[in-house]
């Protein structure tokens, strides 16, 4: 059987069990969905409750903490610390954290099984060209969330420098104004909002 072949025998095998699965997910949420209507419905066991969760809780989650156990296990000392520092500089993005970048590392370590197969079989690619192909992919997964982060990084550092004149001087004139330093500050942040105002708001006013 040729490469191709086995390339194609695999294609069709992944594409039949994604619509199995498929067709499993459909049923089961229009049952759930039967069952929410019923009025006076009651949840009979436990397995009825769990089915009535919707798909993330039942399998996203749970993956998710157990991806997240073993990138802890086998991250650096100080290594999540460093995220962290970056995601504080980044502002805290609400989509990112600490446990799904190290998630994020782990996929991208891991799919070196995807690449390999893709370029060698899939692309026809061999020799120093393809490991070098190999290569490029592999480190771009592995490095995308940083680049991700060190991008919010640079736009929040750009957002600042650019609102520190407009905070400023809204802040001198306040206090000219006769405006108690943290009144003067409080107004500031609510007329200037921004990643400079955050931090403002945050270091000196007891912000989040």
């Not at 929410?36 to 996203?60: F, K, N």
């Not at 060209?129 to 990084?153: E, H, Q, T, Y």
Request: proline share 5%; aromatic share 6%; hydrophobic share 50%.
């Amino acid at each position: 059987m040729t490469p191709l072949m086995i390339a194609v025998v695999f294609a069709t095998a992944v594409a039949a069990f994604a619509y199995v699965i498929g067709a499993v997910s459909v049923e089961k949420a229009e049952v759930r969905e039967s069952l929410r209507r019923l009025e006076g419905y009651q949840i009979q066991d436990v397995r009825d409750q769990e089915m009535l969760a919707p798909i993330g809780e039942r399998v996203v989650e749970p993956l998710i903490t157990g991806l997240t156990g073993i990138a802890r296990r086998f991250t650096p000392q100080g290594y999540s610390e460093n995220i962290a520092e970056k995601l504080l500089k980044a502002g805290n993005p609400p989509n990112l954290n600490v446990d799904k970048v190290l998630v994020l590392k782990l996929l991208g370590i891991l799919s070196g099984m995807v690449w390999v197969p893709l370029v060698f079989v899939g692309l026809h690619a061999g020799g120093m060209p393809g490991l070098v192909m190999v290569a490029i992919l592999w480190g771009c997964s592995f490095l995308l969330p940083d680049v991700s982060i060190n991008r919010k990084i640079a736009e929040r550092q750009h957002d600042i420098a650019v609102k520190l004149p407009d905070v400023l001087d809204l802040l001198v004139i306040s206090v000219e104004a006769g405006l108690g330093f943290e009144q003067a500050l409080d107004r500031t942040t609510t007329a200037v909002p921004g990643a400079l105002s955050d931090e403002f708001a945050r270091d000196w006013l007891g912000g989040a």
